[in-house]
């Protein structure tokens, strides 16, 4: 236990001295405040957010690595990181979902696509194999130097295989790799005049192994090994430089019979999301979001209950939510999950907009509390701005965090870096901009089809983000970081810590203004901030 009320030490004396904390010393605040008291027992009637509260440290007795993070993202979805990408359109498609589950988390596959190419979306991530290019950029024959030459400098690669339908899956006719293109001065000149023929490629039939890959690629001194159905069309690519850099991922969220990565997708509550959710079960999705910035509705109430019938295995995320009295109606209609935020992410305005909603740390609490009678995990969606912040909506009871701000710059998010005073930046809205609205995310924040919508009321921004890097690094950052703050509060795993919250041991207190000024940077005349 990390916070005895007993602790022996080594005394001058003879023998051991046992020393006590009294309840006096307990009970006055000296050692922090339980939970229950800070949002049971409030009688100034307030509302906490992450920034609010702080943890009291605990008595460390195990190392880092030590630390257990794994959780539950739903009743029968377990994962050894607890973080998940939110479905928005600037945060989570297939290479954001890919990257999340290969280092224990999940992505979720934003609703702001057709149902075909959310359901390719989800295919994507389901086909993926660690160290096979499913999905590369291909030209056809016809196709030129310049697009090449556009190509490589886009995406800093020019091996590209060449396909008679110049898309994935068509019949492959060559290659063209940078030395096929270098002393070539002529950018109308097609393709088929300079590339390596298929007759003198090596190419992998569907199937290979990536062991047997890597001897195929060494044996022949190739950048880039083509993989072949019995049609002679191409699957997959295989390059040196990604097998060099290939690394195991030993946590990856896998489903344990398919050993497929797992993957989530969204939905909103209208009576056509019926048919979305029966293309993205086909497509082999484990779990689905029903996406509505207020969760309490009729309207998601009888789409829950319809996929529970219709889809007894799939996994169900409800929300969003706030408080108990919205969470009951949503676990009784079978909700596997529910989604906990309302107006709190860095681009969401609805608190301000429509009046409606609550501090992130109270709602995480309270919500965590009492769905945790039922047996239902919850996701504290929003408001995260550091590992101190996850660190904190784990400790008040939730089993993962959502994050849309805190991925959005990666290079594994959707859209293309630019650079604003000498910044690197990524576009980054919410799903109520008018932007994303008119893109389809409209149905999150009005959930029947009627005439009377036709007005549309923002209930969130666009904006920009900073340049974060790839995800291979920055989740290792944030599992760190979260590592440090449990060992540094005494807990060992995330289930101890949940005991410790609910049976009054963990301790926390409320920060002044001035208190959270003096628990961050100042008294500089200036410095750099470096995450890792």
Known sequence: MSRPKKQKTNGQCNGDIELELGDETLNSGAVGFTASQLFIKNPACVAYTYDDIIMMPGHISFGLDDVDISTKLTKKISLKVPFVSSPMDTVTEHKMAISMALQGGIGIIHSNFTVDDQSAEVRKVKRFKNGFITDPICLSPDSTVGDVMALKERHGYSGIPITKSGEMGGKLMGIVSNRDITFVDDCAMKLKEIMTPREKLSVAKQGVELIEANEILKETKKGKLPVVNDEDELVALIARTDLLKNIEFSKASKDAVTKQLLVGAAIGTRPED????KALVEAGVDVIVVDSSQGDSVYQIRIIQHLKSSH????VIAGNVVTPSQAIHLIQAGADGLRVGMGIGSICTTQEVCAVGRAQASAVYHVAKFARKYGVPILADGGIKSTGHITKALALGASCVMMGSMLAGTDEAPGE???QDGVRLKRYRGMGSIEAMSKGSEKRYVWE??????????QGV?????DKGTLLR????????????MQDAGLKSLNQTWDELYTDKLRF???SPAAQKEGGVHGLHSYQKRLF
């Open 274 to 277: 019926r048919g979305r959710a």
């Open 312 to 315: 007894p295995k799939l996994q």
């Open 417 to 419: 870096y630019f650079y």
């Open 449 to 458: 089809n009627s005439s009377a919508h036709s007005v549309k009321v923002a």
């Open 462 to 466: 666009s904006g920009a983000v900073q």
């Open 474 to 485: 920055y989740i290792p950052y944030l599992v760190q970081g979260v590592r440090h703050g």
């Open 509 to 511: 207190e409320i920060r």
